[in-house]
Every structure is written in structure tokens, then in C-alpha cells.
């Protein structure tokens, strides 16, 4: 799977979460920062710190943990079965 394709499975994902329900397409520099995380890093911990610190930034309300670590897992099971399949 090309790059592009897998950002695209990222951005539907993360469009579907939308933890604060201000709908699709509305968060999309907050996306691009997670996609980057998502490349930069293996580790569902520091992709998951680093959704909560995008939020927090955007929107002054800091996620739970937890839901960040969920779809942090999420975002890398994508990103490794687009390693898996090369």
C-alpha cells in the first residue's frame, strides 16, 4: 500500500473518532499533526501522548488517556499491516 493510501485509511478512522463531535472534515490540522505522529513513531504510548497534547492544544480539553491509547492502537495496527504487506 502506497503512503497516500494508508494516510487515507488514517484520516477515515480519525475522522469517525472525532472525540469532540465537531464533525468531519473540521479537524483537519489536528489530523495532519496525528499522521505524523503516526509516522514518527512505533509506540502506542507516544502516539497516544502526542494525540492528547494535539488536542489539548486545539481545544483546552485534555482526552482521556485511555481513548488515546485505544485509537493510538488502532492507527499503528493500520500502519503495520501496510509494513506487513510490502
Known amino acids: 500500500m ?3 493510501e ?8 480519525l475522522n469517525k473518532w472525532d472525540p469532540f463531535k465537531v464533525g468531519e472534515g473540521e479537524f483537519d490540522p489536528e489530523i495532519a499533526d496525528i499522521l505524523q505522529a503516526v509516522h514518527d513513531y512505533d509506540e502506542a504510548d507516544k502516539i497516544a501522548r502526542r494525540i492528547q497534547s494535539i488536542f489539548e492544544f486545539s481545544f483546552e480539553q485534555v482526552l482521556p488517556y485511555q481513548e488515546c491509547h485505544s485509537i493510538a492502537n488502532t492507527l499503528l495496527a493500520i500502519k503495520n499491516e501496510d509494513v506487513c504487506s510490502l
Open 2 to 4: 502506497e503512503s497516500r
Open 6 to 13: 494508508l494516510s487515507y485509511k488514517l484520516i477515515h478512522v
